[in-house]
């Protein structure tokens, strides 16, 4: 049976192509840093939002019109599966992402939920089988059921932990079966609402004897895969604990799990966190924690998750430039954690969505390269601190003055002379790049 009828497979075309179903910008084969662009900018399909979500929002039902919603239940759990990997052929991504019960329905007991999943991934098997799509990452959901209202492995109740550790234990097995190259904690309700009735130092340190226990686990059954931590500041908690990435980072060098895990980053938890998103991949890669990233972006106007398709290239060529200096995101990838709009509700809105993402990061990648090369922000920011590389600044650097040599080193100044940072001017250059970059496309 197929599902996507008006679409077939989509290939690159060019900046000329008036076809709505093909790649402007991207060339998968295209050759970039020695690999090809299909390579290096590893796209993955979220299987929640593409397959699973139906456009409802707070004030009102779903909106989307999709050939396999008059099934329920396990038929429906199947048709899903058939029709993602036609999807997936048909839009040639590499990668795809899921949560445990984006795939398979949850039952009242966990014996049936992991029985419902077992069939499931033993179909997700077959599938691959005869697929170049890979499994980027999995997860379990430990968010949306009621039995999570006060977190997962945070939680005050003892059973809710266990059963999280169950469901993550199961994760890890199916992650293995499916050779996922990553595996993703988000901690959807890993938080607080208030502090009245919240011990926060012993949520944080059962949070840190869950994640040891995962990769106990992870090395006993030979998983190897990259455990991955996605930062949110809030929703649906008021506060979670994985606020953003220096939080993050100081929860796992507390707990000893530096060397355990890196970060998926989310342009749009990034921006609910009042960073930019180039901000959370930057001090991610300055700590050599940069693992993946779920690509979308939020709406300025609206201050929560909207989980928007990336369509912004400023956001795109910065982001990139981060991901080109960590020389790629090594096991990870870029997956697309975004939805279409409720008023783009019918299938052909799913191929369009993700072709104007993946053109948009495409024309980023080749943006920032050209940054790189050129050496632009890199000079500059050489310069501006080069008070660093003699005198005074030098022996700051390599440890070779104190508090008394400074100060004897001020009283004989009669004038510091600063530099001006130029910001409206930098601005300028990387949109000149941007809009030669893009100029020089549309001509080839």
């Known amino acids: 049976m197929s599902y996507f009828d008006n679409v077939n497979k989509v290939k690159f075309e060019g900046s000329d192509s008036t076809n709505p179903f093909a790649y402007k910008y991207y060339n998968p084969e295209e050759q970039f840093n020695g690999k090809s662009m299909e390579e290096y900018l590893r796209f993955a399909v979220s299987y929640w939002h593409t397959f699973t979500g139906e456009g409802n ?59 419902n999943l077992d069939e499931i991934v033993l179909m997700i098997k077959g599938y691959m089988k005869t697929s170049k799509v890979k499994l980027l990452w999995n997860t379990a959901n430990m968010f949306t059921h009621p039995r999570w209202m006060h977190g997962a492995a945070t939680a005050p109740n003892a059973d809710v932990f266990a059963y999280a550790a169950a469901k993550v234990k199961k994760g890890l097995e199916v992650g293995k079966e499916l050779g996922s190259q990553n595996y993703v904690f988000w901690g959807g309700r890993e938080g607080y609402d208030t502090l009245l009735n919240t011990d926060m130092g012993f949520e944080l ?28 500041p809030k929703e649906p908690t008021k506060h979670q604990y994985d606020f953003d990435v220096a939080t993050g980072l100081a929860f796992l060098q507390k707990y000893d799990l530096q060397d355990t895990f890196k970060f998926n980053i989310e342009a749009n938890h990034a921006t609910l966190a009042g960073h930019t998103f180039e901000h959370e991949l930057r001090t991610a890669r300055i700590n050599g924690m940069l693992g993946s990233v779920d690509a979308n972006q939020g709406d300025t106007l609206l201050g929560w998750d909207t989980d928007e398709f990336p369509t912004d290239l400023y956001s795109t060529t910065l982001a990139m430039y981060e991901i080109l200096k960590n020389d790629g995101l090594g096991t990870g990838g870029l997956n697309f954690d975004a939805k279409v709009r409720r008023g783009s509700f019918d ?31 890199e000079d500059f920011i050489a310069d501006r ?9 030098r022996d700051i650097v390599e440890g070779k003055t104190d508090f008394h040599k400074l100060e004897q080193h001020a009283l004989q100044l009669t004038q510091i002379n600063n530099k001006s940072g130029r910001q409206e001017q930098l601005k300028s250059i990387v949109n000149k790049y941007l809009l030669e970059t893009f100029a020089n496309i549309t001509v080839k």
């Open 57 to 115: 929002d707070p004030f009102g039902a779903g909106t989307a019109v999709r050939p396999y919603n008059h099934f329920t239940g396990m038929d429906l759990a199947k048709a899903r599966v058939e029709a993602s990997f036609e999807f997936f052929e048909k839009l040639d991504v590499p990668y795809f992402c899921f949560h445990d019960i984006d795939v398979a329905p949850e039952s009242d007991s966990l014996s049936e939920t992991f029985k």
């Open 205 to 232: 340190d059962n949070l840190g004897r869950f994640f040891h226990m995962a990769k106990s686990y992870a090395n006993e059954i030979g998983f190897d895969a990259q455990f991955l931590i996605e930062p949110k």
């Open 347 to 377: 299938t052909d809105d799913l191929f369009h969505a993700h072709i104007a993402g993946m053109d948009a990061f495409a024309i980023g990648a080749k943006v920032a390269q050209r940054l790189i090369d050129d050496k632009v922000l």
């Open 385 to 393: 601190y080069s008070s660093y590389n003699n005198g005074i600044g």
